[in-house]
């Protein structure tokens, strides 16, 4: 998944992981190994979980409310954890208890804070001009199209910089889809390049645009 990996590992090439995820895993004490896809001999837990779901198939429709969904979810559990594996001739509950020896001890909470909030995160700029962050869409100016900048959120402010860390443009958090940064006029540059054999209609496009997309 990309939240992983940038490149997958196939027969002939190793992966590529994430620059974020990667420094995480330094940072909290392990380090990632990629599997092949649609390989089940090296990652039997995750094909096992496609079993474990086609299973959970028969209860379509046999619940009315969520508590009984939970009793069913429940008892499932119970069920699968003490099957006996055929690669292993263990159950489930038994392996986990061996394992406990072997897991670290979660890293501190300030870790995961430092990387939700602290550390800028990188994204890629759309050819619409503008770079997705936290579900929202915000504008940055348009020579930055198909390149990568990165953002950083402190409180209810959002920072955007480009890949020297330079600061390209803040915004107060906004609950609307799409944000085109008026002051600086980003939406009109991207406009001009649009509208470049009608430079004189540029004015009124975006005004109505942008007074649309004010009501999304």
Known sequence: MKTVVDRSRTQFGKPVYHERFFE?????????????????????????????????????????????????????????NNEVSQATNKTPRELFDEEQKYLNPLPKQDIFIDYLNLRPIKRKVT???????EGRKYSVPPQYINNFVFYQTRNDLIDIY???????????????MLNYHKESQHYKEIAKVAFKNHPNIIEKVCELNLSMYDKL
Do not use: W
């Not at 094909?47 to 619940?63: I, T």
């Not at 050819?127 to 962050?133: L, N, R, Y």
């Not at 480009?162 to 803040?170: G, M, R």
């Open 162 to 176: 480009d890949e020297n860390h330079i600061l390209i443009c803040s915004y107060n958090k906004s609950e609307k």
């Open 24 to 80: 995480f895993s330094k940072d909290s004490g392990f380090l990632p190994r990629s599997c092949l896809a649609y390989r089940p001999q090296t990652k039997g837990k995750v094909e096992s979980v496609a079993n474990l779901m086609n299973r959970l198939k028969v209860y379509n429709n046999e619940f009315d409310t969520l508590d009984d969904l939970d009793e069913i979810i429940r008892k499932f559990n119970e069920e699968i």
């Open 127 to 133: 050819t619409d001009s503008m770079v997705s962050i």
